[in-house]
Structure formats: C-alpha cells, structure tokens
C-alpha cells in the first residue's frame, strides 16, 4: 500500500497549485481520502476529505472557498486544486486513507491509516 503525494512548490499569494495522489497497492475507489497539512512547529490538520461514493467533500473552514477535492477513479489519484493561495497555507500537505473501506471519515488525522510522504507548499512573496 503506497500513497504518492506530489505537486508542491513554491509560489506567491495569490497563485494557485494542484496536488496528487496517487495509490498503488491498492484501490481507491473504495476509500474516503483526505489531504492534511503540517507547518512547522503545529500539529497536522485536516485541510479536505472527498468520499468514497458520490465524491461528497469536506474542507476545513480556513481553505473553503479556495480548494477543490477531487478523484479520478480511473487513474487511482485524488487531487487538490488549491487557489488564491496565502501565507498561511505553508506547510508540508499529506494524503492518507483510512484502513477499512466503506466508511465515512472526517478531518481528524486519528481516522486515517496509511499516510503518502508529503509534498512541501511554501507561499512565498
């Protein structure tokens, strides 16, 4: 089971990014996914989670309005379309999945079990 995150970068505000996910090992199709991030010196938070059936998303009140969760079944990968970006949102952003399939997640970093590598977002001036 391998989860590759990809995507970051440096950018300014204002620009926009999309991550990836990409799973190999296994099938998404199945699971909810959700993106986190980590800055330095805070704890990891959840930033979005799309479902495993409709495509229903969550996002966290500090990005809503500006980034869009996506999943591409066919490819195995969800994206995070992230826009007007600010500094606030530098971080290192993770995609991870729950363990069992079929269930409905929410944002807390417990719910989720295997986790990608992590993709550094630095907004910059």
């Known amino acids: 089971v391998q989860l590759q995150a990809s995507g970051g970068g440096l950018v300014q505000p204002g620009d926009s990014l999309r991550l990836s996910c990409a799973a190999s090992g296994f099938t998404l199709d199945d699971k909810a996914i959700g993106w986190f991030r980590q800055a330095p010196g805070k704890e990891r938070e959840g930033v979005s989670r799309i479902s495993f059936s409709d495509g229903d998303a969550v996002y966290a009140d500090s990005v809503k309005g500006r980034f869009a969760i996506s999943r591409d079944n066919a490819k195995n990968t969800v994206y995070l379309q992230m826009s007007s970006l600010k500094f606030e949102d530098t971080a290192v952003y993770y995609c991870?999945?729950?363990?069992?399939?079929?269930?409905?997640?929410?944002?807390?970093?417990?719910?989720?079990?295997?986790w990608g590598q992590g993709t550094q977002v630095t907004v910059h001036s």
């Open positions: 991870a999945v729950p363990l069992r399939s079929w269930v409905v997640t929410g944002l807390s970093p417990r719910e989720y079990v295997f």
